[in-house]
Every structure is written in structure tokens, then in C-alpha cells.
């Protein structure tokens, strides 16, 4: 039984390009949360989906940032013309039920913008 | 403006003994906090929850205490073991909302 996978697991790129991560949550899990880890800070909530529907996107900043989670495959966080301060560590969470907070987190996708 | 405070950026404590993390909070809507522990390279693990209608939850080796008239909690791990070592994250929900809010992590050392 496979854990939360996320993927890339590292991923680089230039100022202006598009960063693309994807989330597959546990299998029986239809509820996915998008975090982001700035260096030297907490993890801040971006956005909550449930299949085919976000749920609660009030971390999201509102500009470049997307979420989406299909009926199916994974949960995909985009990010267009990344910018230096994108550069962060985001994990993806997923949950059997709404209201379950004691999330499964994957491992991480770490951001780097040059 | 950090709602979840954890003030103590690491801690060491020597194996057997007690390890206590702290961390504060603002916010008296949060009714629901958690403990998460992370390694290098890899997500937070959910440890140990507590509702704000109790003041201590208890799983094997961890405890959570709640003092919310103080708007503190704090996790005792007892005994302390080398695999304990790791970042430990503090955890806040306010109800009907969606998301956690983070403190920004205690860095537990054990020593042999």
C-alpha cells in the first residue's frame, strides 16, 4: 500500500518557466491539501480539493498558482512564470475523509527557481 | 503574524530522559491541535492530536498536554530514543476551517 507520492522529487527551473507537481494521494483517499515550506518556515496551507472540486483555496496566492484534482490521475499544483520567491518545498496531503487531520504527507517536491 | 509559536528552534535531550516541545498560540478559535514529526528529505508524520474540549491525550511514549487558558500545549516523549531525533511540528486548526496552521518546527537532538 503505497504512501502519498509525490513527483518530481526535485525540480529546477529558470525565472518565467512553468513548474507542474504532482500529488497521488493514497490509494482510498479522495481528499488532497497542497502545502508549501518556505526555508526556515512552517508549512503554510495552499489549497484543499476533493476530486473534480477545490474545496478551500485561500492560501493560494492569487496570481500564477493553480490547482487541480481530475477524476483521473494525480492532483497537479502549477505554477507559471516562477519567480525567485516560489523557491520552496511543497508537500501534497492526503486524507480518507474531510475533517481528518491527521494527514498523510508525501515526501515532498523541492522547488528551486534560477 | 505567527499564530503558532514554537520559540525553541532546537532542543537536546540525552536518551532515556524526558523531551519536552512547546509551542503557543494566538488564536483562541483553533479547537483542534496536532504533532508531526519530520526527517531530512521526507513529509511530516502525524504523531498525537488533541481536541480543546481535553487537556491530555496519550499514546504510548507521547503525551500531549493543554493549557488553554495559557494558549499553550506541549508533547512529552518519555523515554527519549535516538530514533526521536527529528523536527517537530506544532499544528493548529480553527473549526469549519480547511487547513492547518504550522509553527515553524523544534529540532530534537537525542543524545546517546
Known amino acids: 500500500n503505497a504512501g502519498v507520492m509525490q513527483n518530481p522529487r526535485h525540480l529546477v527551473r529558470r525565472r518565467g518557466q512553468e513548474a507542474r507537481l504532482r500529488c497521488s494521494p493514497m490509494?482510498?483517499?479522495?481528499?488532497v491539501y497542497w502545502y508549501r515550506q518556505l526555508p526556515e518556515e512552517g508549512l503554510k496551507f495552499m489549497v484543499y480539493?476533493?476530486?473534480?472540486?477545490?474545496?478551500?483555496e485561500s492560501g493560494m496566492p492569487k496570481e500564477r498558482f493553480s490547482a487541480e484534482f481530475p477524476k483521473e490521475g494525480p492532483s497537479i499544483l502549477r505554477i507559471q512564470q516562477v519567480v525567485r520567491g516560489d523557491s520552496a518545498a511543497y508537500f501534497c496531503?492526503?486524507?480518507?475523509?474531510?475533517?481528518?487531520?491527521?494527514?498523510?504527507f508525501g515526501s515532498g517536491t523541492r522547488l528551486t527557481v534560477v | 503574524d505567527q499564530q503558532v509559536k514554537q520559540n525553541s528552534p532546537s532542543l537536546s535531550v540525552q536518551e532515556g530522559r524526558i523531551s519536552i516541545l512547546n509551542c503557543d498560540y494566538t488564536?483562541?478559535?483553533?479547537?483542534?491541535f496536532l504533532w508531526y514529526k519530520k526527517y531530512p528529505a521526507e513529509g511530516p508524520t502525524f504523531l498525537i492530536s488533541?481536541?480543546?474540549?481535553?487537556d491530555k491525550n496519550e499514546d504510548g511514549r507521547f503525551t500531549v498536554f493543554l493549557n488553554k487558558s495559557a494558549k499553550h500545549l506541549s508533547l512529552h516523549i518519555v523515554p527519549s530514543q535516538p530514533g526521536d531525533s527529528a523536527v517537530y511540528f506544532c499544528?493548529?486548526?480553527?473549526?469549519?476551517?480547511?487547513?492547518?496552521?504550522f509553527g515553524k518546527g523544534t529540532h530534537l537532538i537525542i543524545q546517546p
Open positions: 496531503a492526503s486524507s480518507p475523509l474531510g475533517g481528518n487531520y491527521g494527514y498523510t
Open positions: 490509494k482510498g483517499h479522495s481528499h
Open positions: 480539493l476533493q476530486k473534480e472540486n477545490i474545496i478551500d
Open positions: 488564536n483562541s478559535m483553533f479547537d483542534y
Open positions: 488533541i481536541s480543546s474540549i481535553k
Open positions: 499544528a493548529a486548526k480553527v473549526g469549519g476551517a480547511d487547513g492547518l496552521t
